[in-house]
């Protein structure tokens, strides 16, 4: 991996900026391409903090693309063009290299096909209060972090940076995008789901939950598209450090969750200043989760 570099905000002047989320820039390139940075902005709870994690975006790219690897069988949004061959100035092709993804324009599919394989976050939350997430009623008795008997596809909407996404249940991802296709992004997303869960297993890693995002094509394809199980749309635990009842330890941004919930901080914007050894201790659970999937 290359020396990591902190981007806080990316600035391409050669290229139209469409879209700044919560840690992605987004470019267009022409009708059919866009460009995709990852920064190193750190977002939790769906808030967006002031301070970076330098190196973060380098990170969530390089796990990225080896699952868009991984599952070659399955359409995504990377196509072959080079990014030496659209950024030409030498100081906007520095700011980008290592975090980028060139890839196909897509009509974004409004909603976050979510996949639960293990109680816990949200959907603990809501199992809590109802017994059942986003329409799957569940056994009584479970505990925080055991595992379902099967994985749970759990959508939900796509909030606007500062906003919180929404659990929905499978009727209203119907409403939203249509009989078919919300069938057809369920079974893609479980099946994905359960190969990575398969894979990461056989190296210690519980993919206790995570979320992909669909777009489709000219061709009404459904194509896989944004990331793919990152620490920042995962949540990856050591195999080892797992008993149900107990919230484990993890392989992602949890150390940064675990602490913003001793605050005393509604969890809108802005976000409290998060101390030097929180961000250093997230930095270094990505780190540890890239080198164990991807060696």
Known sequence: MSQLTD????NLKDL???????VRDVYAIDEQHLLMIATDRVSAFDVVFEQTLPGKGQLL?????????????QPNHLVDLKLEDVLTDPEEYAQAKGRTMVCKRLRALPIEAVVRGHIIGSG???????????????????????KLDTPIFTPATKADVGDHDENIDFARTVDLIGQSLAEQVRETAISLYQRAASYAAKRGIIIADTKFEFGLDGNDQLVLMDEVLT???????????????KNPPSFDKQV??????????DKTAPGPQLPSDILT???????????ILTA
């Open 16 to 22: 139209e900026l469409i879209h700044r989320g919560k």
């Open 256 to 265: 940064l969750r675990d602490y913003l919930n001793t605050l005393d901080w």
């Open 231 to 245: 620490p920042d749309s995962s949540r990856f635990w050591p195999a080892e450090q797992w008993t149900p009842g």
């Open 124 to 146: 603990w939350n809501d199992y809590k209060n109802t017994g059942a997430i986003c329409g799957h009623q569940l056994p009584s008795g479970l505990e925080i972090a055991q």
């Open 281 to 291: 201790a997230t930095l270094a659970r990505y780190q540890e989760a890239r080198d």
């Open 7 to 10: 981007v806080a905000e990316s």
């Open 61 to 73: 790219t390089e796990v990225a693309l080896f699952w868009f690897d991984h599952f070659k069988d």
